[in-house]
């Protein structure tokens, strides 16, 4: 290191803040890559006696650098607080869990006695779960109450990985005569799913201590939904349940409200943009009415509730003295039914609560939103049918009873025959590899090139299947690359009306029709990672796709690890 930065660097840490047992050298965008760089870092952590917690976040740690870290707090017992969020910004997926897996087995060697871990907004991915799955079933952390992993890409595999460390932490803490418990538990923005979402549940339910509960943007459905609803009834000391943006709808939303029924601490409730509607709001509005008398915030936002359903949730606090805060915007209210909403609770004399109603999306016909649900519950039960499915035979045989099993014929059902047509009707995994290896050649071969919107559909529907696991990865890029090639290198083939058309269908740029967005961008993100470092990918639209992809976004901020990834691959083109 020059002597320039090294004398930066002494700069930045004389504005170190410390006290109170705490070292921090939080927000400080110190570049800690080798040994030699952490030196003023590590006498730091040397010279400090007592440290109770350390302030990490806003740097960056590289893996030879969390080495010589670690080994200055294998000295340091007493440390009970980490405070590692946003630590490896513009580190490699490769780096981090290595640098984690050092840092955790110092805390263990120091015989640490943990009490709150953040390693939010850190892109780790799956992988990086297993970086510190030692130390949450260590003796370390059999004193945390406070877990933070927000924003940081988990996915599904990464939330069953969590889960099982958590269980087997709350297991062997118990054997000790001092069970885990957890109080608070943060893990938004994370691509849990339904399948994470189950497996963290199992776990909630086991350790039964929780008091705060942070899921959101998550993408959880109605049966995750359900099995965090049955969790949470173990947990009797929950205050906060926030799992805003995800989609409960009514099963969700019903489930969840016999689970309030049974709380008696909860004081915020965070449902905003969850699709409960009426028939959900009205049962969340049943168990508010029946007690949750120390409710302070109810957040209902945008969950297209209708007037009558709205209405019944503010008669439900009438009798909520605590209460400071009641969302019910961006629903289906209409001019007369926010008339109506303010004058109950100017009637109760709770008017103040009130939160805006400037979104409101005015009142909708009866038979169009019945019609509307309608079509969405049963995609919902396709798509549940779907992922059945594609579970796998093993995972099908042990939810099985043996009796039903032994009674059935032992003959094999063949699975029916696949085409692309079915396959782009509905896409799903398991139907993109039953193509067979020919499966990049036949969709491009039956893809009109010349009609852009085709093109993008097609693109969506084949990225929408993208999964992490390497046969899918590499079926989803050889479709990809076989469609793309042909397209781009068309006379009569459009480049920029493709990358208009890609962003409206991505919910990124506005069109004068309406036009639904794909549901989650995880996929087609993780698609275009792939797409722009290929030799077809005219390179004049990368600053295009770099531009909006940058732009605040709620569907791109609940996918960060894939919308990272792909902002780095373009920086560096």
Same mark, same amino acid.
């Given at each position: ?68 870290? @670690?080994? @200055? ?396 696991? @390497? ?103």
């Amino acid at each position: 290191m020059a002597s320039e930065d090294i004398t930066k660097l002494a700069e930045s840490l004389a504005k170190t803040k410390v006290g109170g047992g705490q070292l921090s050298f939080k927000g400080q965008s110190l570049k800690l890559n080798t040994a030699e760089d952490a030196e003023e870092v590590i006498k730091q952590i040397e010279e400090f006696d007592g440290l109770e917690a350390l302030r990490l976040e806003g740097n960056t740690v590289g893996v030879e650098a969390a080495k010589v870290i @670690a080994k @200055a707090l294998e000295k340091k017992s007493e440390l009970k607080r980490c405070h590692w969020s946003d630590m490896f910004t513009g580190r490699l997926r490769s780096e981090i869990p290595p640098a984690l897996i050092s840092l955790g087995d110092a805390l263990i060697t120091a015989g640490a006695q943990l009490v709150e871990l953040d390693l939010s907004d850190n892109a780790f991915g799956p992988d990086g779960v297993r970086g510190f799955e030692a130390l949450l079933k260590s003796p370390a952390c059999y004193t945390l109450q406070e877990l933070k992993l927000n924003n940081c890409g988990m996915g599904i595999g990464g939330g069953k990985i969590l889960a099982a460390a958590l269980k087997e932490c709350h297991r062997k803490s118990s054997a000790q005569g001092k069970p885990l418990a957890l109080k608070i538990f943060v893990a938004g923005r994370n691509r849990l799913e339904n399948d994470g979402a189950t497996a963290l549940a199992e776990a909630f339910g086991i350790i039964g201590t929780l008091e705060e509960v942070h899921m959101p943007q998550n993408g959880i459905n109605h049966p995750g939904i359900t099995a965090l609803a049955q969790a949470f009834a173990i947990n009797p000391l929950l205050k906060v349940i926030n799992l805003n943006d995800n989609t409960f709808t009514e099963k969700g939303a019903v489930a969840m409200a016999e689970t309030l029924k049974a709380l008696r601490q909860i004081e915020v409730i965070n449902f905003g943009d969850c699709l409960v509607r009426s028939k959900g709001a009205v049962a969340i509005a049943d168990a508010v009415k029946e007690g949750l008398h120390k409710l302070k915030e109810l957040n209902l936002s945008f969950c297209e509730i209708k007037r009558d359903a709205a209405l019944t949730v503010a008669e439900a606090i009438e009798d909520k003295a605590e209460l400071e805060k009641l969302d019910l915007n961006g629903n289906c209210l209409g001019e007369e039914g926010c008339e109506q909403l303010q004058e109950i609770l100017e009637g109760f004399n709770m008017a103040a609560v009130l939160g805006s109603l400037s979104d409101d999306e005015g009142e909708e016909e009866d038979d169009e939103e019945e019609e509307d649900e309608d079509e969405e519950e049963e995609e919902e039960e396709e798509e549940e049918q779907q992922q059945l499915k594609e579970r796998g035979q093993g995972e099908q045989e042990s939810l099985t009873p043996k009796k039903i099993i032994d009674s059935q014929d032992s003959t094999p059902v063949p699975s029916p025959p696949v085409d692309v047509a079915t396959f782009l009707a509905f896409p799903s995994p398991e139907k993109l590899l039953r193509l067979g290896p020919k499966c990049s050649v036949l969709i491009a071969q039956q893809t009109d090139t010349s009609d852009v919107e085709k093109v993008v559909t097609t693109l969506l529907r084949i990225s929408s299947v993208f999964k992490d696991e @390497a046969p899918v990865k590499t079926a989803v890029h050889e479709t990809t690359d076989a469609l793309m090639r042909k397209a781009f290198t068309s006379a009569t083939f459009n480049s920029d009306a493709f990358i208009t058309s890609l962003l409206i269908h991505m919910g990124l740029l506005k069109s004068e029709e309406k036009i639904k967005a794909v549901p989650s961008l995880y996929g087609i993100l993780m698609t275009l990672n792939h797409m722009v470092q290929q030799d077809y990918f005219p390179k004049s639209l990368a600053p295009v796709l770099s531009a909006f992809v940058t732009k605040p976004n709620r569907a791109l901020d609940s996918c960060s690890f894939a919308r990272h990834m792909l902002l780095q691959t373009l920086h560096q083109l």
